[in-house]
């Protein structure tokens, strides 16, 4: 190399101290490129990377549950959950309102069902139950006795109402007579009507007046009191805890009980009089309804108190079926 040049050939730019001397420059030319490869080289893929799904382009304009449900379901999407509420709103109303307030197909539905007419045997009377039974007397036996001893021990309302008997206040009742005991229930239900419109009877002088109903007036709960006919076995069936033994009447809650055996047969002292003790049994048990409680004989030859205990005995007085003779 002369000069101090590079040792490839290339020229370089003169220094400072070449100037100064006023030596020649070669010019300086761009060196000649490398050529170019006629074959390019092989391509090599990039690699792909993943993009999350919520970074997408496409997903930046993607519709949320609820507006996909509406693209959906159309208008349905809004009426179905208005719907769920109203329906929901009237069962609650249904719910928190009276029977009085429902509608009349609802009303009937809620009502009590009553699958007889003939009203239960009350649990809870108001007074104590009452009745002939003594335990120092020994059960009386009247003869023969042609009557039905223990019948179903269901009861059945005998249908009919009469007039208003009397006057006063108004007392209703209705008659019942057990069933299977073999009873003409029209003919008892008679003989209760006539007994208490007798002027004789607990209505005398406008104390107070009776009127009997029906059915339809028994399954509505519209009386006051029932007389009611039952067999002997099944006595204690409608006057528990009274002890009639089977053989006396009774009066339990607002029921007169008439004890079949006695209105088949009465009782010795009536001495064959039936129906004299007929009209007196009636009396007496409705008198237990009326609020009136036991009598005693007032003396021997007297008339015998109505609520004076006759199936028991007369005890000197002489029989009466009535409470105003």
Not at 111 to 134: F, H, L, N, Q
Not at 140 to 159: C, I, K, P
Not at 296 to 315: D, I, N, S
């Amino acid at each position: 190399m002369v000069g101090g040049g590079p040792a490839d050939g290339r020229r370089v730019a003169p220094g400072p101290a070449a100037l100064r001397q006023g030596r020649p420059v070669a010019p300086l030319h761009p060196r000649p490129a490398a050529p170019r490869s006629a074959r390019p080289g092989p391509l090599v893929a990039r690699p792909t990377v993943p993009v999350p799904p919520r970074q997408r382009a496409g997903d930046r304009h993607r519709p949320g549950r609820f507006r996909r449900f509406v693209l959906r379901y159309g208008w349905r999407a809004y009426a179905v959950p208005l719907l769920s509420i109203a329906t929901i709103a009237v069962l609650m109303d249904l719910a928190l309102s009276p029977a009085a307030q429902l509608p009349d197909a609802f009303a009937a539905a809620a009502a009590p069902v009553s699958t007889t007419p003939v009203p239960t045997v009350e649990s809870a009377p108001t007074r104590p139950a009452e009745g002939d039974a003594d335990a120092s007397l020994a059960p009386q036996v009247a003869g023969d006795e042609a009557y039905v001893e223990t019948g179903e021990g269901t009861l059945s309302v005998v249908d009919g109402s009469s007039e208003v008997m009397g006057t006063g206040p108004l007392r209703r009742f209705i008659v019942e007579v057990e069933d299977g005991i073999d009873v003409d229930g029209p003919g008892f239900a008679e003989a209760v009507q006539t007994t208490l419109g007798d002027p004789r009877s607990w209505g005398n002088g406008g104390t107070m007046s009776f009127q009997r109903v029906g059915a339809a007036q028994a399954t509505a709960g519209s009386f006051d009191f029932k007389v009611t006919l039952v067999s002997p076995g099944h006595m204690e069936t409608y006057c528990p805890g009274v002890g009639t033994g089977g053989y006396t009447s009774c009066r339990y809650g607002d029921r007169a009980v008439i004890n079949l055996a006695r209105w088949a047969t009465a009782v010795p002292d009536y001495k064959g009089d039936i129906a004299t003790y007929r009209r007196y049994v009636i009396n007496h048990e409705v008198g237990h309804v009326l609020g009136h409680g036991h009598e005693q004989c007032p003396g021997p030859g007297q008339v015998a108190p109505v609520m004076q205990q006759q199936t028991l005995g007369l005890q000197g007085c002489d029989k009466n079926a009535w409470p105003f003779p």
